[in-house]
């Protein structure tokens, strides 16, 4: 299907990067073709020094794969984007609030904003909710507290975001408020997500919504008042790719085919409802 674009979301890394490129190669074989971009929700963790992964990674017990990466000896398959999570090296991506390139076909999108990616508009906000510091000015992270302010979203970032009109896929770090995932053994948590993610949302009304961040699979449908539904899909971190990838395949800005995991099987198509039906505006944000 040489009209459509294949891209490919993947939860939480947290520096499975070596996995992550072995699952990309099995969905290539499955579907029997090529990735177009992949898309990573945040925590990453992408730090080009096994020292700093040793010393400022969530899960330092595992491999310092992203060095590998960053030194060229290792890399994607395919063009690769991500977001920050809460979980960065954030002293690298201070100096790119825009985005840039951290390894060879390794992009780090920015703090916020959305461009074209393989034919999708695609926009994006980083980091995660924290009261205290939304209208805080943004500190170098030197220390690690202004390390841990660098993972929160400002109330400026959220307005620019607000403020697009065309967007086809965003990407948020942590889940908007009002999805009330129920998952098998666990408790109900209608706390989960956040009102300032859920306001983006309910603004601009993307027709798909990609966050991690929670560690968990799940799907939902938000209805917006007099708007277009957004289908969203929270992955799981990257343990095992059923939950942790979403593959999209897209033609002329929508989503024609799309699927979880990396086996090919097809899980929703536009004449199918996708997860669980919500209701329109959780809260208003002024």
């Known amino acids: 299907m040489s009209d459509t674009a294949l891209i490919v979301g993947v939860g939480d890394i947290h520096g499975r990067f070596h996995r992550v490129r072995t699952w990309l190669d099995a969905l290539e074989r499955a579907l029997d073709r090529p990735v177009d971009a992949v898309l990573a929700v945040g925590d990453v963790e992408a730090f080009a020094e096994p020292d700093d992964h040793r010393r400022k990674a969530a899960k330092r017990n595992m491999p310092a794969e992203f060095a590998a990466f960053a030194r060229g000896e290792s890399r994607m398959p395919r063009p690769f984007y991500f977001i920050g999570g809460n979980n960065e090296d954030f002293e690298s991506l201070h100096a790119l609030p825009g985005g840039g390139e951290v390894a060879p076909g390794v992009h780090y999108l920015g703090r916020v904003g959305a461009a074209t990616i393989a034919g999708v508009r695609v926009g994006w906000l980083s980091g995660i909710y924290a009261p205290k510091w939304l209208e805080t000015p943004l500190q170098a992270p030197t220390t690690a507290a202004t390390r841990k302010q660098a993972g929160y ?124 039906a919500r209701g329109a505006r959780v809260r208003r944000i002024p």
């Open 153 to 276: 979203f400002r109330l400026a970032e959220v307005e620019q975001l607000r403020a697009e009109r065309k967007v086809d896929l965003l990407l948020a770090h942590e889940w908007p408020r009002g999805l009330f995932a129920r998952t098998p053994g666990k408790p109900v948590r209608p706390w989960m997500g956040n009102p300032l993610t859920r306001a983006v949302v309910d603004a601009v009304q993307p027709p798909w919504l990609l966050c991690g961040h929670s560690h968990e699979q799940f799907a939902a449908t938000l209805h917006h008042d007099g708007g277009v539904p957004t289908r969203v899909a929270c992955l799981d971190e990257a343990g095992e790719p059923e939950g942790a990838v979403l593959w999209m395949e897209w033609s002329r800005g929508e989503a024609r085919r799309v699927g979880w995991g990396i086996d090919g099987h097809v899980s929703w198509n536009p004449t199918q409802p996708w997860g669980a």
